[in-house]
């Protein structure tokens, strides 16, 4: 974003921070969730680099494919063990982990910018009401 147009969207009563203030995550929450998207990527890249469907991964783990999309897309319900042995099955060491994990270039969740505007606008019969509105950038 160009460095002048935070200072315009705040005239305009945007709120900006980072994504780790509009979640209100402590850096420990942060952390996990970054772990979470290196190893989802990893599990990913690593799968499509051996030439494994998510239909032949799910069987090599004795899972099912809609479990491993889950792992892949980093939803919550994939959980950092399913991960783990998705990664450990295709054949990546505690090493390989580890350089996954430390070499994520998303480590940025507490820098990435948020926008907010509370806009006030009436509603039919009632008193006025706030809506958020919320931009990640």
Known sequence: MD???PGKLQKRGWKVGTVSEFLNLTPEEAAI???RLALSQGVRELRQRCRVSQVELAEMMGSSQSRVAKVESGD?????DL???SL???GASREDLGKMIASWPG????HRTVLEKNIVRPAIG????CKL????I
């Open 88 to 90: 450990t099955v295709l």
């Open 126 to 129: 009632s008193n006025r009401t």
């Open 76 to 80: 919550p319900r994939g959980t950092v």
């Open 107 to 110: 480590w940025e969740i507490q």
């Open 83 to 85: 991960m783990v042995k």
């Open 3 to 5: 460095k002048r147009k």
């Open 133 to 136: 509105i919320s931009i990640w």
């Open 33 to 35: 969730v970054e772990v």
